[in-house]
């Protein structure tokens, strides 16, 4: 009798080298038959390889093979992505605290030109002594009753703007570089999967 398994690919996966990719990392799975769900769960699709470094592409086509060379009377229907991205994982060494200074200043010195350059570029300095001069009459060099809330609103808005404050998110809401950041690696998969995939493509010397 003819059983129906319903599967869906995850898009991402990350497994550590030399692992071996079974349908349970990759998929998910529904059927009426428990039983034949584990089995399924248990079959090995791909073990990762040196040669592959950091990335590996498993077709739902692959998957599809895997599960008839075992059950040839089961009926899969797939839903969802037809690809799985298999990020290989390496183990990370750990940073400096001479190369994490490094950085830090680097990106604290840019992040500060950027400012004073825009601040420069919008005579923001005349801007303030002129309203400064507008509300209280007087001429005043440097009006730190409006740079001092100025220069504090400026730090608050860019918390606000990128919605953390170190690590603690403010609200659920993603912020325009998560977002930015997001549809980033979605052209990223995109092209990965269509360069990375073999399966994918077929030129005039594969025949």
Not at 25 to 37: E, F, K, S
Not at 68 to 93: A, C, L, M
Not at 162 to 189: A, C, G, T, W
Request: glycine share 2%; hydrophobic share 45%.
């Amino acid at each position: 009798m003819e059983q129906t398994v319903f599967l869906k690919l995850r898009h991402r996966i990350q497994v550590y080298p030399n692992a071996t990719v079974f349908i349970r990392d990759i998929a998910q799975m529904v059927t009426v038959d428990d039983a034949l769900m584990c089995r399924l769960k248990d079959i090995p699709l791909y073990t990762v390889q040196k040669r592959d470094r950091n990335i590996v592409i498993i077709d739902v086509m692959h998957v599809m093979k895997a599960i008839v060379r075992h059950f040839p009377n089961v009926d899969v229907q797939t839903i969802g992505p037809s690809q799985t991205i298999v990020e290989v994982v390496y183990e990370k060494k750990r940073l400096s605290f001479l190369y994490f200074a490094l950085v830090w200043l680097l990106l604290f010195v840019g992040s500060a030109l950027a400012v004073m350059n825009f601040h420069e570029d919008v005579s923001m300095q005349q801007v303030q002594q002129r309203l400064y001069r507008i509300i209280t009459g007087e001429k005043e060099a440097k009006p730190l009753w409006f740079q001092i809330p100025y220069s504090l609103g400026l730090g608050i808005g860019m918390i606000l703007f990128f919605n953390h404050f170190f690590r603690k998110r403010i609200n659920e809401e993603p912020s325009p570089l998560e977002v930015e950041m997001f549809q980033y690696q979605q052209s990223l998969d995109q092209y990965v999967i269509m360069h990375e995939n073999k399966e994918a493509m077929r030129r005039i010397e594969d025949d």
